[in-house]
Structure formats: structure tokens, C-alpha cells
């Protein structure tokens, strides 16, 4: 009998509409919180708080606490995945428009292709490949480029400067993810790390003196309502929704949210805040997309040939 059967449609439906959904919403509710909010700070109230919860529930309903090695392996990764990954997004949407910065980090997929070309050299430089890679190199070369005549303005250097890096950080933490010891169960995992990644940010916001000038009597009702959503939504709803999709579809499905989130995003910038959509925006957001497809879809039959291969857990924005 076909496991699919049991399944109502409207759980996946549904399921699929929040990972698409709301991490493509997310760029958008950062953008507002980091106008008032210092980035770092930002980040760091965010994830402690989801963490802390992640992982109190996951100790209420009988799970082992991890050990000191996983907590170890947790605060490396922290500081990968939440300074320099999403510690260096909330810096660059001071910059940045947030449908550019969630197409910005939709070349992850590109940095991965690479990393197991170069370094693990697990994948081999196909025609197809090599030209899904350019396209994609090309996609950020078209939003970036000053000498480009296609119209609207360049996104700022720092900025998308600050979101290379950021991909780069979480494609080196994805590699490192599959070799460090971590609790089994993924709620766990990403709890500990979420935490890990507060207190780091916590750390690295104080280092940069956030704290100083910071007044939470001064932040208005839509900067805590972007924080509130980025916690409940963002980190904890549409993590839970990713946890049931990958036991209940295959990863190339739910792999998709990968090019759907940034058409979100920037649909998302476009209507709510005001942000850019004209040629250079279309034209790169669609090189970035197709490099992203190209590259997902040869991951997914190197991934078919060897079924232990999941997707990461970390994938959240």
C-alpha cells in the first residue's frame, strides 16, 4: 500500500506553501527589523530565542541532551552558519534590498557545486555544469556590475561583498556539517546550533558595541512584529513544515524552495517595500534561478545514485 494514501494532500499542500512562503517572506521581515534593530543584536535575539525553544521542547518530550562533543561541533558551526551566514545577511539588508539579498544567497548551490569540484572532488566539471555555473556567475555579475547598461542601480559593493561571504561560509559548514558529530535527531541538531549561533551573535554584537546605543523603548511595533515572525514563523513553523516534508517527499521536491524563495522575496520587496524591478533585477534574478535549477537537478541524480544523501537541516533563512 502506498504510504502516500495516509497522507491528506492539504498537509503537504500546505506544508510546501510555508517553506516557500514564509523563508521567502523572512528577507522582507529582516529588512524592516534591522532599519531599528542593530544586525547582529537582531540575529542573535532571533535565533537564541528559537533555539531555546527548539530545544526545550525536544528535552520535555524525552530527548537526550547532547554530549560535550556535539556541543562542540554546534558552536563551530555557529559561528559559520550564524555570524557569518546569517550575521552577515542582517548586516547587508542595511544595504541591501531584501529580494536582492535572497537572490544573493540563492547561489549556495553554486559555492556547493564548486567546493565538491575543487576540494572533495565527489563531482566531476561537466559541459552542463561548468555552463549552470557561469550563468550563475554571471547572474551576480549582472546585479552587481556598474559598466552593465541594463538599468536601475547596482546593489552596494559591501554589501553584496558581505553575501558572497555568507554563502561561502554556509557551503563550508554544509561540508563540515556531514563530518562533525551532532545529536541524531534533527530538531535537536538545529535547536543546539540555533542556540550556539545566539550566544555567538550575542558575543559578536557586543564585540561591535550593539548593545551601547540600543534602547527597546525606541523600536517601534513593526520592528517587533519582524522579530516576533522571524521567530515563530520563520524559525520554529516553517522549520517544523521542512522537518515532516523531507520524512514525506523526496529532497529534489523539497529541495525546490531553493529558486522559489527568491522569486517570493523579491515579488514580496516589490509590493511591501517599495524595492527595485526592472531590468537588471529580472535579468539576474533569472541567471541565478536557472544556474540553481541546473545545479539542483544534477545534484538530485547524484543524490538518486547514493540514497543515504539528505538534505542539510540548516537550510533555514
Known amino acids: 500500500m502506498d504510504a502516500h494514501a495516509d497522507r491528506p494532500t492539504w498537509k503537504t499542500l500546505l506544508a510546501f506553501a510555508i517553506i516557500y512562503f514564509v523563508w521567502g517572506s ?3 521581515a529582516i529588512r524592516v527589523g534591522v532599519r531599528e534593530v542593530p ?13 531555546l525553544i527548539l530545544y526545550a521542547w525536544m528535552i520535555a518530550r524525552g ?36 529580494g536582492m539579498a535572497a537572490v544573493m544567497l540563492a547561489t549556495i548551490p553554486v559555492y556547493m557545486a564548486l567546493s565538491e569540484i ?11 555544469l561548468a555552463v549552470a555555473l557561469l550563468i550563475g556567475v554571471g547572474g551576480v555579475a549582472v546585479l552587481v556590475s556598474r559598466s552593465l547598461n541594463v538599468g ?15 554563502g561561502i561560509s554556509w557551503s563550508a559548514a554544509a561540508t563540515l556539517t556531514r563530518k562533525l558529530p551532532l545529536p541524531p535527531s534533527k530538531v535537536m541538531s538545529s535547536g543546539v546550533q540555533m542556540l550556539a549561533g545566539g550566544v555567538m551573535l550575542a558575543l559578536t554584537a557586543a564585540t561591535l558595541g550593539e548593545f551601547r546605543n540600543f534602547h527597546p523603548s525606541d523600536i517601534s511595533r513593526a520592528a517587533w512584529l519582524s522579530l516576533v515572525y522571524l521567530i515563530i514563523f520563520g524559525s520554529i513553523v516553517a522549520f517544523t513544515a521542512y522537518v515532516w516534508l523531507i520524512h514525506h517527499e523526496s529532497p529534489t ?14 515579488v514580496i520587496g516589490y509590493f511591501l517595500g517599495g524595492e527595485p ?30 540514497p543515504t544523501t539528505i538534505l542539510s537541516v540548516e537550510d533555514a533563512s
Open 152 to 166: 536601475g542601480a547596482p546593489i552596494d559593493r559591501l554589501g553584496a561583498l558581505a553575501l558572497l561571504v555568507a
Open 39 to 51: 544586525p547582529f543584536l537582531l540575529a542573535a535575539v532571533r535565533f537564541s530565542v528559537a533555539g
Open 277 to 306: 524591478l526592472g531590468l537588471r533585477t529580472i535579468l539576474g534574478t533569472a541567471f541565478v534561478l536557472i544556474s540553481v535549477v541546473v545545479i539542483t537537478a544534477t545534484g538530485a541524480k547524484k543524490s538518486a545514485n547514493n
Open 253 to 266: 521536491k523539497v529541495g525546490t524552495y531553493a529558486y522559489v524563495n527568491p522569486v517570493v522575496a523579491v
Open 26 to 28: 523572512t528577507f522582507f
Open 63 to 98: 530527548e537526550r541532551s547532547p554530549t560535550g562533543r556535539q556541543w562542540r561541533s554546534a558552536f563551530l558551526l555557529a559561528i559559520l552558519i550564524f555570524v557569518f551566514d546569517y550575521g552577515l545577511l542582517f548586516w547587508a539588508e542595511q544595504r541591501v534590498p531584501s
Open 118 to 128: 575543487i576540494f572533495l572532488r565527489t563531482q566531476k566539471l561537466t559541459v552542463r
